[in-house]
């Protein structure tokens, strides 16, 4: 099993937040499973940091490289196939963050670690 951190987990996990679950927590943290982070998670963290959504979360776009290597996880950078599949998915969902996430995981066979019930409209695996 390879999984794929939704932008929110990878928060959380970072700053010990209690609404990471036990087992979104387990899996994160088990090197045993190769752990992705989408480069639009990288976009998605910035682009919030900027308008003022994730003030708390400076540190974390001015370090995210660093914090790649720390954690051990694999990055995944966006392809044109994820990109002309996340324009393409029939979801009513239109959160272009989710959108790529959600394609990257389907095209790539990854589980989302998530808690965005708003995903299960992609029918795809789901790790919370």
Request: hydrophobic share 50%; glycine share 4%; proline share 3%.
């Amino acid at each position: 099993m390879s999984l794929l951190l939704d932008t929110h987990v990878l928060l959380w996990w970072l700053t010990a937040d209690p609404r990471l679950s036990a087992t979104a927590k387990a899996a994160v943290e088990n090197p045993n499973i190769a752990r992705y982070i989408s480069s639009v998670t990288a976009f998605e963290i910035s682009t919030k940091v900027r308008i003022g959504k994730l003030d708390f979360a400076h540190e974390i776009a001015d370090k995210f490289e660093q914090i790649m290597v720390d954690g051990a996880f694999l990055g995944l950078d966006i392809s044109h196939r994820h990109a002309l599949m996340a324009g393409r998915m029939p979801a009513s969902h239109r959160d272009p963050f989710d959108r790529l996430l959600a394609a990257q995981c389907t095209l790539e066979k990854l589980s989302l670690v998530t808690a965005d019930r708003a995903f299960k409209e992609f029918e795809l695996d789901i790790i919370w």
